[in-house]
Protein backbone atom coordinates (compact mmCIF):
# COMPACT_ATOMS: atom_id res chain seq x y z
CA UNK A 1 0.00 0.00 0.00
CA UNK A 2 1.28 3.34 -0.47
CA UNK A 3 1.76 4.02 3.04
CA UNK A 4 3.17 6.45 5.04
CA UNK A 5 5.93 3.40 5.90
CA UNK A 6 7.36 4.10 2.46
CA UNK A 7 9.65 6.53 3.05
CA UNK A 8 12.27 6.21 0.76
CA UNK A 9 12.86 9.48 -0.50
CA UNK A 10 10.86 11.92 1.69
CA UNK A 11 12.02 15.34 2.57
CA UNK A 12 11.58 17.08 5.91
CA UNK A 13 12.58 14.97 8.64
CA UNK A 14 15.69 16.74 10.04
CA UNK A 15 18.19 15.93 11.18
CA UNK A 16 19.08 11.81 12.22
CA UNK A 17 18.51 11.71 16.19
CA UNK A 18 21.13 9.20 17.68
CA UNK A 19 21.55 8.36 21.55
CA UNK A 20 25.04 7.74 23.41
CA UNK A 21 25.44 3.96 24.63
CA UNK A 22 21.27 3.81 23.51
CA UNK A 23 20.53 0.59 25.93
CA UNK A 24 18.88 -2.11 23.76
CA UNK A 25 15.34 -1.90 25.36
CA UNK A 26 14.54 1.73 26.67
CA UNK A 27 11.26 0.49 28.71
CA UNK A 28 10.35 -2.89 30.18
CA UNK A 29 7.55 -2.53 28.25
CA UNK A 30 9.57 -2.35 24.97
CA UNK A 31 11.28 -5.63 26.27
CA UNK A 32 8.08 -7.32 27.04
CA UNK A 33 6.38 -6.69 23.22
CA UNK A 34 9.69 -7.67 21.30
CA UNK A 35 9.68 -11.17 23.07
CA UNK A 36 5.76 -11.63 23.03
CA UNK A 37 5.71 -10.81 19.28
CA UNK A 38 8.07 -13.16 18.24
CA UNK A 39 7.08 -16.24 20.25
CA UNK A 40 3.30 -15.62 19.42
CA UNK A 41 4.28 -15.53 15.49
CA UNK A 42 5.69 -18.68 15.92
CA UNK A 43 3.15 -20.46 18.15
CA UNK A 44 0.51 -19.09 15.69
CA UNK A 45 2.20 -19.44 12.93
CA UNK A 46 2.28 -15.75 11.30
CA UNK A 47 4.43 -14.41 8.80
CA UNK A 48 6.82 -11.29 9.71
CA UNK A 49 5.42 -9.71 6.31
CA UNK A 50 1.31 -10.31 7.86
CA UNK A 51 2.63 -7.57 11.09
CA UNK A 52 4.55 -5.59 8.48
CA UNK A 53 1.44 -4.83 6.65
CA UNK A 54 -0.48 -4.26 9.63
CA UNK A 55 1.87 -1.62 10.63
CA UNK A 56 1.38 -0.24 7.54
CA UNK A 57 -2.11 -0.24 8.58
CA UNK A 58 -1.05 2.45 11.40
CA UNK A 59 -3.04 6.34 11.38
CA UNK A 60 0.33 8.05 9.57
CA UNK A 61 0.48 10.61 12.64
CA UNK A 62 0.51 7.93 15.34
CA UNK A 63 2.81 5.59 13.22
CA UNK A 64 5.88 9.14 12.96
CA UNK A 65 4.89 9.76 16.67
CA UNK A 66 4.80 6.80 18.56
CA UNK A 67 8.16 5.28 19.93
CA UNK A 68 9.36 2.42 18.04
CA UNK A 69 8.04 -0.67 19.91
CA UNK A 70 4.30 0.78 20.24
CA UNK A 71 4.41 -0.24 16.47
CA UNK A 72 4.90 -3.80 17.07
CA UNK A 73 2.08 -3.79 19.80
CA UNK A 74 -0.19 -2.01 16.91
CA UNK A 75 0.98 -4.87 14.56
CA UNK A 76 0.05 -7.67 17.15
CA UNK A 77 -3.23 -6.76 18.31
CA UNK A 78 -4.25 -6.03 14.98
CA UNK A 79 -3.36 -9.60 13.62
CA UNK A 80 -4.29 -11.37 16.58
CA UNK A 81 -7.70 -9.24 16.44
CA UNK A 82 -7.94 -11.15 12.58
CA UNK A 83 -7.16 -14.22 13.45
CA UNK A 84 -9.55 -14.44 16.36
CA UNK A 85 -6.91 -14.85 18.71
CA UNK A 86 -7.28 -12.69 21.30
CA UNK A 87 -10.28 -9.72 20.28
CA UNK A 88 -10.18 -6.21 20.68
CA UNK A 89 -13.12 -6.53 23.62
CA UNK A 90 -10.90 -8.95 25.50
CA UNK A 91 -7.57 -6.83 25.49
CA UNK A 92 -9.70 -3.91 26.44
CA UNK A 93 -11.54 -5.97 29.58
CA UNK A 94 -8.04 -7.28 30.23
CA UNK A 95 -6.23 -3.87 30.45
CA UNK A 96 -9.48 -2.33 32.26
CA UNK A 97 -9.32 -5.26 35.36
CA UNK A 98 -5.74 -4.75 35.35
CA UNK A 99 -5.65 -1.02 35.59
CA UNK A 100 -8.55 -1.16 38.39
CA UNK A 101 -6.38 -4.20 40.56
CA UNK A 102 -3.01 -1.77 40.26
CA UNK A 103 -4.79 1.09 41.14
CA UNK A 104 -6.25 -0.54 44.69
CA UNK B 1 -6.11 -0.24 19.61
CA UNK B 2 -9.20 0.76 21.65
CA UNK B 3 -10.58 4.53 20.75
CA UNK B 4 -9.96 7.13 23.50
CA UNK B 5 -12.15 9.27 24.55
CA UNK B 6 -11.04 13.12 24.56
CA UNK B 7 -11.52 13.03 28.10
CA UNK B 8 -9.45 9.80 29.24
CA UNK B 9 -5.74 9.75 29.38
CA UNK B 10 -4.46 7.62 27.40
CA UNK B 11 -3.41 3.61 28.28
CA UNK B 12 -0.11 3.56 28.53
CA UNK B 13 1.59 1.11 26.33
CA UNK B 14 3.09 -0.96 29.49
CA UNK B 15 -0.42 -1.71 31.14
CA UNK B 16 -1.42 -2.87 27.35
CA UNK B 17 1.22 -5.01 26.78
CA UNK B 18 0.91 -6.84 30.58
CA UNK B 19 -2.66 -7.34 29.53
CA UNK B 20 -1.76 -9.05 26.06
CA UNK B 21 0.70 -11.07 27.80
CA UNK B 22 -1.67 -12.58 30.54
CA UNK B 23 -3.89 -12.83 28.02
CA UNK B 24 -1.79 -15.27 25.41
CA UNK B 25 -0.06 -16.90 28.52
CA UNK B 26 -3.53 -18.00 29.56
CA UNK B 27 -4.75 -19.19 25.71
CA UNK B 28 -1.40 -21.17 25.63
CA UNK B 29 0.26 -19.39 22.97
CA UNK B 30 3.22 -18.35 25.02
CA UNK B 31 5.34 -19.51 27.96
CA UNK B 32 6.47 -16.56 30.33
CA UNK B 33 10.23 -18.03 30.71
CA UNK B 34 10.46 -18.09 27.03
CA UNK B 35 9.69 -14.81 26.67
CA UNK B 36 11.96 -14.13 28.85
CA UNK B 37 14.96 -16.20 27.28
CA UNK B 38 14.39 -14.35 23.95
CA UNK B 39 14.84 -10.72 25.87
CA UNK B 40 17.91 -12.14 26.94
CA UNK B 41 19.18 -13.33 24.09
CA UNK B 42 18.95 -10.40 22.21
CA UNK B 43 19.78 -7.94 25.40
CA UNK B 44 22.89 -9.73 26.51
CA UNK B 45 24.19 -12.56 24.54
CA UNK B 46 23.68 -11.49 20.68
CA UNK B 47 25.13 -8.31 19.42
CA UNK B 48 27.55 -6.51 17.23
CA UNK B 49 30.44 -7.83 18.83
CA UNK B 50 29.49 -11.15 16.70
CA UNK B 51 29.94 -9.14 13.18
CA UNK B 52 32.73 -7.26 14.47
CA UNK B 53 34.77 -10.98 15.16
CA UNK B 54 33.47 -11.75 11.16
CA UNK B 55 34.81 -8.55 9.90
CA UNK B 56 38.42 -9.39 11.92
CA UNK B 57 38.59 -12.61 10.29
CA UNK B 58 38.16 -11.49 6.99
CA UNK B 59 41.09 -8.58 7.31
CA UNK B 60 43.25 -11.30 9.32
CA UNK B 61 42.53 -14.27 6.74
CA UNK B 62 42.12 -13.46 2.40
CA UNK B 63 40.88 -16.88 1.98
CA UNK B 64 37.93 -15.97 4.53
CA UNK B 65 37.21 -12.87 3.07
CA UNK B 66 36.79 -15.04 -0.22
CA UNK B 67 34.19 -17.15 1.16
CA UNK B 68 32.59 -14.34 3.05
CA UNK B 69 31.85 -11.99 -0.18
CA UNK B 70 30.93 -14.79 -2.38
CA UNK B 71 28.19 -16.03 0.48
CA UNK B 72 28.22 -14.21 3.19
CA UNK B 73 25.36 -17.13 5.14
CA UNK B 74 27.89 -19.76 4.34
CA UNK B 75 31.11 -17.63 6.14
CA UNK B 76 29.10 -16.14 8.56
CA UNK B 77 27.88 -19.63 9.76
CA UNK B 78 31.50 -21.11 10.35
CA UNK B 79 31.82 -18.65 13.14
CA UNK B 80 28.41 -19.81 14.51
CA UNK B 81 26.12 -16.32 14.12
CA UNK B 82 23.11 -17.82 12.01
CA UNK B 83 19.28 -17.26 12.61
CA UNK B 84 16.67 -15.07 12.99
CA UNK B 85 16.53 -12.17 10.64
CA UNK B 86 20.16 -13.15 9.05
CA UNK B 87 19.13 -16.66 7.88
CA UNK B 88 20.60 -15.04 3.80
CA UNK B 89 23.24 -12.56 4.40
CA UNK B 90 25.35 -10.84 1.86
CA UNK B 91 28.47 -8.60 3.06
CA UNK B 92 29.79 -5.59 1.30
CA UNK B 93 32.95 -4.53 0.56
CA UNK B 94 34.06 -1.35 1.18
CA UNK B 95 36.59 -0.25 -0.96
CA UNK B 96 38.72 2.87 -1.93
CA UNK B 97 36.33 3.26 -4.53
CA UNK B 98 33.17 2.25 -3.37
CA UNK B 99 31.47 3.01 0.03
CA UNK B 100 28.62 0.76 1.16
CA UNK B 101 24.91 1.73 3.20
CA UNK B 102 22.58 -0.34 4.48
CA UNK B 103 19.15 0.78 5.47
CA UNK B 104 15.38 -0.41 5.51
CA UNK B 105 13.39 2.22 4.32
CA UNK B 106 9.54 0.57 4.21
CA UNK B 107 10.13 -0.34 8.14
CA UNK B 108 13.59 -1.89 10.03
CA UNK B 109 14.68 -4.97 8.65
CA UNK B 110 18.30 -5.64 10.26
CA UNK B 111 20.92 -8.91 10.35
CA UNK B 112 20.17 -9.76 13.86
CA UNK B 113 22.91 -12.43 14.40
CA UNK B 114 25.32 -10.21 13.49
CA UNK B 115 24.63 -6.60 14.73
CA UNK B 116 22.08 -7.32 17.47
CA UNK B 117 18.37 -5.36 17.12
CA UNK B 118 19.03 -1.70 15.48
CA UNK B 119 19.32 1.40 17.12
CA UNK B 120 16.64 3.89 17.20
CA UNK B 121 18.12 6.12 14.16
CA UNK B 122 18.20 3.24 12.14
CA UNK B 123 14.32 2.35 12.59
CA UNK B 124 13.34 6.10 12.40
CA UNK B 125 11.81 8.56 9.61
CA UNK B 126 14.82 10.54 9.37
CA UNK B 127 17.57 8.28 8.40
CA UNK B 128 15.04 6.02 5.92
CA UNK B 129 14.08 8.71 3.79
CA UNK B 130 17.36 10.34 3.64
CA UNK B 131 19.83 7.56 3.62
CA UNK B 132 18.60 6.69 -0.06
CA UNK B 133 18.00 10.42 -1.92
CA UNK B 134 21.24 12.08 0.36
CA UNK B 135 23.24 9.54 1.17
CA UNK B 136 26.63 12.14 1.66
CA UNK B 137 24.49 14.36 3.81
CA UNK B 138 23.72 11.70 5.72
CA UNK B 139 27.37 10.83 6.21
CA UNK B 140 28.79 14.07 6.55
CA UNK B 141 25.83 14.01 9.95
CA UNK B 142 28.28 11.03 10.53
CA UNK B 143 31.28 12.75 10.64
CA UNK B 144 32.50 10.81 7.72
CA UNK B 145 33.44 12.74 4.27
CA UNK B 146 33.88 10.46 1.24
CA UNK B 147 35.00 12.14 -1.78
CA UNK B 148 33.52 12.77 -5.29
CA UNK B 149 35.32 9.99 -6.85
CA UNK B 150 33.98 7.03 -4.58
CA UNK B 151 30.73 5.60 -5.81
CA UNK B 152 28.10 5.48 -2.55
CA UNK B 153 25.50 2.24 -3.02
CA UNK B 154 23.10 2.32 -0.59
CA UNK B 155 21.15 -0.95 -0.34
CA UNK B 156 17.78 -1.21 0.43
CA UNK B 157 17.10 -4.58 2.56
CA UNK B 158 13.48 -4.58 1.22
CA UNK B 159 13.39 -8.45 1.19
CA UNK B 160 14.31 -11.22 2.94
CA UNK B 161 18.39 -10.73 2.34
CA UNK B 162 19.95 -9.14 5.02
CA UNK B 163 22.69 -6.62 4.55
CA UNK B 164 26.49 -6.20 6.53
CA UNK B 165 29.31 -3.97 5.37
CA UNK B 166 33.23 -5.14 5.46
CA UNK B 167 34.89 -2.04 6.22
CA UNK B 168 38.19 -1.74 4.87
CA UNK B 169 40.88 -2.15 7.17
CA UNK B 170 42.58 0.93 8.54
CA UNK B 171 45.96 1.61 8.22
CA UNK B 172 48.68 0.90 10.78
CA UNK B 173 46.94 -2.63 12.01
CA UNK B 174 49.79 -5.04 10.30
CA UNK B 175 50.04 -7.86 12.09
CA UNK B 176 47.41 -7.20 14.68
CA UNK B 177 45.78 -10.52 16.35
CA UNK B 178 41.99 -10.87 15.49
CA UNK B 179 40.66 -9.58 18.81
CA UNK B 180 42.92 -6.48 18.57
CA UNK B 181 41.02 -5.74 15.28
CA UNK B 182 37.63 -6.77 16.21
CA UNK B 183 37.77 -3.58 19.20
CA UNK B 184 38.25 -1.40 16.12
CA UNK B 185 35.22 -2.07 14.13
CA UNK B 186 31.92 -0.13 15.79
CA UNK B 187 28.61 -1.25 14.96
CA UNK B 188 28.19 1.71 12.95
CA UNK B 189 30.75 0.68 10.63
CA UNK B 190 29.36 -2.45 9.51
CA UNK B 191 26.04 -0.28 8.64
CA UNK B 192 28.31 2.09 6.54
CA UNK B 193 27.93 5.21 8.80
CA UNK B 194 31.13 5.07 10.21
CA UNK B 195 35.03 4.13 8.85
CA UNK B 196 37.15 2.15 11.78
CA UNK B 197 40.16 4.26 12.13
CA UNK B 198 42.90 3.39 14.36
CA UNK B 199 42.98 5.97 17.29
CA UNK B 200 45.79 8.52 17.18
CA UNK C 1 0.66 -24.53 18.05
CA UNK C 2 1.39 -24.71 21.57
CA UNK C 3 3.61 -22.20 23.46
CA UNK C 4 7.45 -23.04 22.59
CA UNK C 5 9.05 -23.85 25.30
CA UNK C 6 12.11 -22.24 27.00
CA UNK C 7 14.47 -24.60 26.97
CA UNK C 8 13.62 -24.52 22.45
CA UNK C 9 14.07 -20.56 22.40
CA UNK C 10 17.63 -20.69 21.84
CA UNK C 11 17.53 -23.14 19.07
CA UNK C 12 14.73 -21.44 17.23
CA UNK C 13 16.76 -18.22 17.38
CA UNK C 14 19.65 -19.87 15.81
CA UNK C 15 17.82 -21.82 13.48
CA UNK C 16 16.15 -19.19 12.05
CA UNK C 17 13.17 -19.13 9.40
CA UNK C 18 14.48 -18.40 5.74
CA UNK C 19 12.33 -17.13 3.16
CA UNK C 20 14.03 -19.39 0.88
CA UNK C 21 11.18 -21.41 -1.47
CA UNK C 22 12.18 -23.43 -4.83
CA UNK C 23 10.93 -21.74 -7.55
CA UNK C 24 10.44 -23.96 -10.89
CA UNK C 25 10.36 -21.31 -13.41
CA UNK C 26 13.09 -20.56 -15.00
CA UNK C 27 14.80 -16.97 -14.24
CA UNK C 28 13.09 -14.43 -16.50
CA UNK C 29 16.06 -11.99 -16.16
CA UNK C 30 19.59 -12.40 -15.80
CA UNK C 31 22.38 -10.58 -14.47
CA UNK C 32 23.36 -7.47 -16.96
CA UNK C 33 19.82 -7.23 -17.82
CA UNK C 34 18.23 -3.38 -18.13
CA UNK C 35 14.51 -3.61 -16.51
CA UNK C 36 11.63 -1.11 -15.17
CA UNK C 37 9.83 -1.58 -12.00
CA UNK C 38 6.54 -1.81 -12.67
CA UNK C 39 3.73 1.01 -12.05
CA UNK C 40 1.26 -1.33 -9.45
CA UNK C 41 -0.06 0.36 -6.32
CA UNK C 42 -1.67 -2.40 -4.90
CA UNK C 43 -4.00 -1.25 -1.47
CA UNK C 44 -2.62 -4.42 0.02
CA UNK C 45 1.32 -5.05 1.06
CA UNK C 46 3.95 -4.84 -1.25
CA UNK C 47 7.60 -4.74 -0.99
CA UNK C 48 8.05 -2.28 -4.16
CA UNK C 49 8.61 1.10 -2.56
CA UNK C 50 7.10 4.24 -4.60
CA UNK C 51 10.49 5.62 -5.44
CA UNK C 52 11.78 2.99 -7.05
CA UNK C 53 8.31 2.63 -9.26
CA UNK C 54 8.49 3.40 -13.05
CA UNK C 55 12.15 3.83 -13.08
CA UNK C 56 15.01 1.89 -15.19
CA UNK C 57 17.80 -0.52 -13.62
CA UNK C 58 20.39 -3.10 -14.23
CA UNK C 59 19.81 -6.45 -12.84
CA UNK C 60 23.21 -7.44 -10.47
CA UNK C 61 22.20 -10.89 -9.60
CA UNK C 62 19.60 -13.74 -8.46
CA UNK C 63 19.39 -14.42 -5.23
CA UNK C 64 17.36 -17.71 -5.90
CA UNK C 65 13.74 -18.45 -5.24
CA UNK C 66 12.19 -16.81 -1.62
CA UNK C 67 8.96 -16.80 -0.77
CA UNK C 68 6.69 -13.58 -1.86
CA UNK C 69 5.61 -10.94 0.68
CA UNK C 70 2.86 -9.43 -1.28
CA UNK C 71 0.61 -13.01 -1.17
CA UNK C 72 2.31 -13.91 2.68
CA UNK C 73 1.26 -11.19 4.01
CA UNK C 74 -2.42 -11.95 3.21
CA UNK C 75 -2.52 -15.33 4.27
CA UNK C 76 -2.41 -16.60 0.25
CA UNK C 77 1.02 -18.75 0.49
CA UNK C 78 4.42 -18.22 -0.38
CA UNK C 79 4.29 -18.28 -3.91
CA UNK C 80 7.93 -18.35 -4.17
CA UNK C 81 9.57 -15.89 -7.23
CA UNK C 82 13.05 -15.39 -8.28
CA UNK C 83 14.24 -12.50 -6.07
CA UNK C 84 16.81 -10.11 -8.14
CA UNK C 85 19.48 -7.70 -6.60
CA UNK C 86 18.95 -4.68 -8.70
CA UNK C 87 20.89 -1.87 -9.32
CA UNK C 88 19.41 2.24 -9.96
CA UNK C 89 21.88 4.91 -10.59
CA UNK C 90 20.91 7.90 -8.50
CA UNK C 91 20.13 10.46 -11.56
CA UNK C 92 17.92 8.02 -12.73
CA UNK C 93 16.12 7.91 -9.25
CA UNK C 94 16.14 11.76 -7.83
CA UNK C 95 17.43 13.56 -10.98
CA UNK C 96 20.21 15.32 -12.64
CA UNK C 97 21.17 17.26 -9.49
CA UNK C 98 22.38 13.17 -7.62
CA UNK C 99 26.02 12.39 -7.11
CA UNK C 100 27.04 10.91 -10.61
CA UNK C 101 28.44 7.65 -9.55
CA UNK C 102 26.00 7.27 -6.55
CA UNK C 103 23.51 4.12 -6.80
CA UNK C 104 20.13 2.41 -4.89
CA UNK C 105 20.30 -1.23 -4.68
CA UNK C 106 17.22 -3.27 -4.04
CA UNK C 107 15.90 -6.89 -4.06
CA UNK C 108 12.94 -7.24 -6.79
CA UNK C 109 11.10 -10.32 -6.79
CA UNK C 110 10.12 -11.41 -10.82
CA UNK C 111 6.50 -9.73 -10.63
CA UNK C 112 7.94 -6.17 -9.91
CA UNK C 113 9.93 -5.91 -13.07
CA UNK C 114 9.93 -5.91 -16.74
CA UNK C 115 12.19 -5.73 -19.46
CA UNK C 116 13.23 -2.10 -19.86
CA UNK C 117 12.92 -0.80 -23.40
Known amino acids: MNGIHDLGGMHGFGPIEREKNEPVFHEDWERRIFGLLNLTMGAAQIHVDEIRHAIEKMPPAEYLASPYYEHWL ?3 EKVLAELGLVTPEELDKRTAEMAKREAK | MAKQSRTEPPSTPALRIRALESLLVEKGLVDPAAVDEIIDIFE ?9 KVVARAWADPEY ?19 LQGEDM ?6 PKVHNMVVCTLCSCYPWPTLGLPPNWYKAAPYRARVVIEPRKV ?12 EVRVWDSNAEIRYMVLPMRPEGTDGWREDKLAALVTRDSMIGTDIPKVKA | MPALPKAMVWEVVKGGMSARAQVDAPARFKPGDRVVARNINPVGHTR ?11 VQSNHGGFAFADTRAHRQGDQ ?31 PYIEPAN
Open chain 1, 74 to 76: YGA
Open chain 2, 44 to 52: KRIGPRNGA
Open chain 2, 65 to 83: KKRLLADGSKAIAELGFTG
Open chain 2, 90 to 95: VVLENT
Open chain 2, 139 to 150: LAEFGIEVGPDV
Open chain 3, 48 to 58: LPRYIRGKQGV
Open chain 3, 80 to 110: PHHLYSVRFEARELWGADAAARDAVYIDLWE
